[in-house]
């Protein structure tokens, strides 16, 4: 069965002070609490060892929020997927929007990032979603599409099992305009069945897809009852223990 997942990407924000303050009600959360779902972040690079040492029996996953496409050498500021497996890294975010619209990152250098990833054993969280230009000329469906076989086509089924994809609408993300629980299950169905055309229903069933962009407390659970909603990629709302509690309860029945 395909897991279910809530996943907290951090971005740039906090200093260590704030960082692991957060990690440390995180744990204790977990600690305390029996959840109905994984729960992973993913903070600032420079704070992936400390949340190794917090987690220590991996009560949560620690993801990066990018990795390079090279697997070592003279790319100054990338962290590759080798330096990951040796901490210990649950897996990375990939092609998250912010990294495509600011770092020019496209689904060639997703394909290739998310490749070698599942070579070292990491989860690859990878990032999609359509443009409220895209969405507005009626191409979310197709740009979707082009974005799935572009970024993954290349994996065996085996690999493409392991990988977990987040689709993030671009207009939703930090705006607080959330896609309506019927619209994200569409296009969630839609992914599933392009992965399905190429690898069979079995296999599509087992990858989980996650929601992103701007999911809070008070829409968390009905987005997480949809049939092809395996959980969210928060934003914002994961940066304060109580609103990021509140949405992994969205799996409580
Ligand atoms: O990675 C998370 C997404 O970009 C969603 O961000 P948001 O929840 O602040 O809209």
């Known amino acids: 069965m395909r897991k279910k997942i809530v996943a907290g990407n951090w971005k740039m924000n906090k200093n260590v002070i704030d ?7 995180l744990l204790s ?12 972040i993913a903070p600032p690079s420079i704070y992936l060892m400390m949340a190794k040492d917090i987690f220590e029996k991996d009560e949560i996953g620690v ?4 990795m390079s496409e090279h697997e070592s050498g003279a790319y100054t500021g990338e962290l590759s997927a080798d330096m990951l497996e040796s901490i210990e890294a649950t897996g990375s975010l990939i092609g998250h929007s912010e990294r495509r619209q ?5 689904d060639s250098h997703c394909n290739r990032k998310i490749k070698l990833a599942l070579d070292k054993g990491l989860i690859p969280v990878y990032c999609n979603g359509e443009t409220l230009e895209q969405r507005k000329a009626g191409q979310h469906f197709e740009v979707v599409k082009n974005q799935t076989e572009v970024a993954l ?14 689709y993030e609408p671009v207009w939703a993300i930090g705006t607080g305009e959330t896609a309506s629980p019927e619209q994200a299950q569409e296009i969630h169905a839609h992914i599933r069945s392009i992965i399905a055309a190429k690898y069979g229903q079995e296999v599509a069933d087992e990858v989980s ?3 992103g962009g701007s999911v809070k407390p008070d829409n968390a659970k009905e987005i997480f009852s949809q ?3 395996d959980g969210g990629l928060i ?5 304060k223990l109580e609103d990021f509690s509140k949405i992994i309860e969205g799996f409580n029945s």
Do not use: R
């Not at 960082?19 to 009600?25: G, K, R, S, V, Y």
């Not at 600011?102 to 496209?106: C, F, L, S, V, W």
């Not at 086509?153 to 987040?166: D, G, H, Q, R």
């Open 19 to 25: 960082a692991q303050q957060l990690m440390i009600q």
């Open 29 to 40: 959360y977990k600690n305390n609490n029996a959840t109905q779902c994984e729960v992973w």
């Open 63 to 66: 993801f990066s929020q990018d």
């Open 102 to 106: 600011y770092h020019g990152e496209t």
């Open 153 to 166: 086509f290349t994996l065996s089924a085996e690999e493409i099992k392991k990988v977990v994809i987040a």
């Open 209 to 211: 897809i996650l929601y």
């Open 227 to 229: 049939p092809d909603i």
């Open 235 to 239: 934003g914002g709302a994961a940066l």
